[in-house]
């Protein structure tokens, strides 16, 4: 019996660990959406934090410099996305997966300048797993959601925060008023550009966070198109999550769930394609859009820059 | 009035700055740049064979090109060309596999409209979803690219897989569902032709009839068409239905002109390129033939480049985004020079 229990928990610990990059950059991408800016280029933003956070971790040896400068360039990418929507009103939906393009081919044009093409890949430093103090002692649950590294634990915090903002405070309205009805937030006198700036950042801070996971959490070293699509997975994530920070969360866990089933299944030697079960997902997605139908939850401003004078 | 002078020059310019972005980044690598140059004009021009290779990586861009263009047009946004691609690079090899023995005259046809349906149902249900339930195309192409990449995979690993091969490949295609080459000595197939048609028929589909008109309008300003009694979803579903078509096509013409056979990663990206090439060729099917064309330049120029001198080919990558991102800002960038001449003008 104990045995099972055991098992389940670091089963549910596998998920969690899944999950996380996919939260953390939802939960970005989330912020962004809601005052109005779609943001594309995840992916853009994942890449360029998993890249720097795991050259500055190489260079400097500490891992929290790299979790730093992973933010940074998060936030470049996140800026040069928000200055072309919401300055030069270009398409979002287009700027965002050039931003992918240019990313993908930098990161991977300065991975072979600084290290060169070789078999052996450069390892870097990763960030050590411990036990939340007290909460890590409950039995099982302790195993499965305490016992993580430091990103597990800002997740958690970040999922927090970002409902407190957004159910409790002045500030979530003022969000929420950017993305639903832009002009009449100007005409309260709501900064509208100034709020959308922010929640660009914001959503570059917490991208380039996820992408430094890939580095420092997970793999500890780095290679081309580390993030393979993830960035795209993490914009699932807030469609299933409809942009609420606890569905994020559920539906970043429920796709970890079934990447870890599949890597159990593979482990097995069970002969199913293993893309049998990666595709899960992704059909789940589509149903949720099918059944959320109607009743649409999406920001009325979503996707259209603001323009002052334009009614 | 619109401002020839002052547009033709700011796009001078930004291709310009492509070009020193180009020497700056090769400069960077610390390799002779006229080397890295000479070596990417070489494979772009240095034989037939080269310049055939342009064209055999415009083909599918083109197609899939035209496909997100015409969806563009009524305002549906197709990011799902890659997973349509892929349904009809399946269509291909399920239909030579099953009829081994027909006759190239029957197979060949068969094979390009099984395509074009496979690829056009596959971005008809995104399609019918925007259109009945006003459900974001932009997620769900991008969901239907996964789940066909995932399907290739299943059926790679099952009833498609060669059982004499360990890697899940398909068996070779017969001779009668490939496209012929149409010189010798490169890899240049007639697939460039049957892109050059679609692009030919397509600009007479949405500029010469009224169906293409209808097709314009709906994207121009659905509320005006929902009031004069042009249906917006029966507009979007058909245009959906051309759009994911044109990409099935391509992943037909990809494996009866290229592979011959069906395997994973058949595509590097041209789904996702081909709203770029979009772009760039201004949703005019001449303009994609053109836009098309170039970024192939711009591939096989690099790839050409990362063989001479080292110089890593993700290099087109970057320059690409750059333009684009560029031409997304030019209006404000070049503001005062296309503002001034406006006034002139």
Sequence with gaps: MSQILLTIATFLAACIRMATPLTLAGLGEAFSERTGVMNLGVEAIMLCGAFSSFIVTFWTGNV?????????????????????????????????????????GLTSFLFLIVFGQSTILPQCKTVPNFEFPVLGKI???????????????????????????????????????????????????????????????????????????FTLAQLGFFMEDITAGKGYIALVTVILGRRNPLGILCSALLIGLADAVQFQLQTMNIPIPSQAFSILPYIAAVFVLLFSAGKSSDPSALGIPYERDNR | MKN????????????????????????????????????FIRGIAGSSYSVAEVFVKATPLILTGLGVSVAFKSGFV???????????????????????????????????????LA?????????????????????????????????????????????????????????????????PGTRLHSGILIAVICAILIDILIFKTSLGFRLRAVGMNPRACLCSGISVGKHIIISSMISGGLAGIAGVCEIAGLHHKLIEGISPGYGYLAIIVALLGGNNPFGVILAAIGIATLQVGSLSMQRAANVPSAISSIILGAIVLMLMARKTIFKKLIDKKEEQG
């Design chain 1, 139 to 213: 039995p099982l649950l302790g195993k499965a959601f305490f016992t993580h590294n430091i990103f597990v634990y800002l997740m958690y915090l970040l999922v927090f925060i970002f409902l407190f903002i957004y159910k409790k405070t002045e500030w979530g309205v003022i969000f929420t008023a950017v993305g639903e009805h832009p002009s009449a937030a100007d005409t309260a006198g709501i900064n509208v550009f100034r709020i959308r700036y922010l929640a660009c950042m914001v959503n570059g801070l917490l991208g380039g966070l996820a992408g430094s996971y």
């Design chain 2, 78 to 116: 197709n990011i799902g060309a890659e997973g349509q691609l892929y349904m009809g690079a399946v269509t291909i090899t399920a239909l030579a596999l099953a009829f081994p023995n027909l006759p190239k005259g029957i197979l060949m046809p068969l094979c390009l409209l099984g395509g074009f």
């Design chain 2, 119 to 183: 690829g056009g149902v596959w971005s008809l249900i995104p399609g019918i979803l925007k259109a009945k339930m006003g459900i974001s195309e932009v997620i769900n192409t991008i969901m239907f690219n996964y789940i066909a990449l995932g399907i290739v995979g299943i059926l790679l690993q099952t009833v498609l897989k060669d059982p004499n091969n360990y890697f899940p490949v398909s068996a070779t295609l017969t001779d009668s569902a490939g496209l012929s080459i149409l010189i």
């Design chain 1, 64 to 104: 929290y410099w790299g979790m730093l400068c992973g933010m940074l360039a998060g936030m470049i990418i996140s800026g040069i996305h928000a200055i072309l929507c919401i300055k030069c009103k270009a398409n979002q939906t287009i700027v965002g997966l050039a931003l992918n393009f240019f990313a993908l």
């Design chain 2, 4 to 39: 020839k002078a002052g547009d033709l020059i700011s796009y001078l310019m930004i291709v310009l700055a492509g070009i020193i972005l180009m020497i700056l980044l090769i400069g960077i690598t610390g390799n002779s740049i006229s080397d890295a140059l000479s070596g």
